[in-house]
């Protein structure tokens, strides 16, 4: 276990559902991250949020929808997704400095 | 912005051979290089890391160099054994501030110790 759990472990949407993946962390961290993992492609980082601010967003598709409530939970919120966002979509934390990175087990997403 | 580029994709050893994977990074700034470890049906978990203050780092059978003036760094696995077999990526930061999370990864490696 990494203190970092994300709920739920798979999910399967229709392209007009709306859905929310959850994570939290248990490590004091002030930085969480979402990170989206494709097959045959490199982990693709989306967010980040720092301090509960949102300070960077990497092109994402406005489908996506991150919310940052407090340091320990970030939350996806999806709606009219496209099949092509069939994914493991992994959230991560750290200090927001140069510290280690701890990432959670991530959610299977699939797209029907 | 950072590029990292991450060699061979496949690697394929005997138990007990030595494993090397080699990574390459485009930001002279960069200072921060974590290795991850994936298992099937897991999250990433991180392994070694090394800062750019050093040339290397090791931890019981696994190291990792760093040559900043090439900029590339290298796991090196000994000993390897069946469990070892996973996919590893390498990492650097992605943008000013080398925030710990924020990062950018290569193609990663799919390692398969044969027993």
């Known amino acids: 276990e990494t203190g970092v759990t994300q709920t739920p472990r798979h999910l399967v949407m229709g392209m007009t559902n709306k859905k929310s993946l959850k994570c939290e962390q248990h490590?004091?961290?002030?930085?969480m991250y979402w990170y989206k993992q494709s097959a045959k492609k490199p982990l693709e980082l989306m967010f980040v949020y720092n301090f509960k601010e949102q300070t960077e967003n990497n092109s994402v598709p406005s489908r996506f929808s991150p919310e940052c409530p407090n340091s320990s939970h970030l939350f996806l919120h999806l709606h009219t997704l496209q099949p092509e966002d069939s994914a493991l979509y992994l959230c991560?934390?750290?200090?927001?400095?140069?510290?280690?990175?701890?990432f959670g087990q991530g959610t299977r997403l699939t797209v029907v | 912005g950072e590029n990292v580029e991450q060699h061979p994709s496949t690697l394929s050893v005997q138990e007990g051979d030595s494993a090397v994977i080699k990574c390459t990074y485009s930001d002279s700034a960069s200072n921060y290089f974590p290795w991850y470890k994936q298992e099937l049906g897991k999250g990433p978990q991180l392994i070694i890391d090394?800062?750019?203050?050093?040339g290397e780092k090791k931890d019981q059978r696994i190291a990792v160099t760093l040559n900043k003036t090439a900029k590339h760094f290298s796991l090196h696995i000994t000993e390897t054994q069946p469990e070892d077999s996973a996919v590893y990526f390498c990492?650097?930061?992605?943008?000013?501030?080398?925030?710990?999370?924020?990062?950018?990864f290569g193609q990663g490696t799919e390692l398969s110790v044969k027993p």
């Open positions: 490590l004091g961290h002030n930085a």
């Open positions: 990492a650097a930061p992605g943008g000013r501030g080398n925030q710990g999370g924020k990062l950018i």
């Open positions: 090394i800062r750019s203050n050093v």
């Open positions: 991560a934390s750290s200090q927001p400095t140069n510290t280690e990175a701890f």
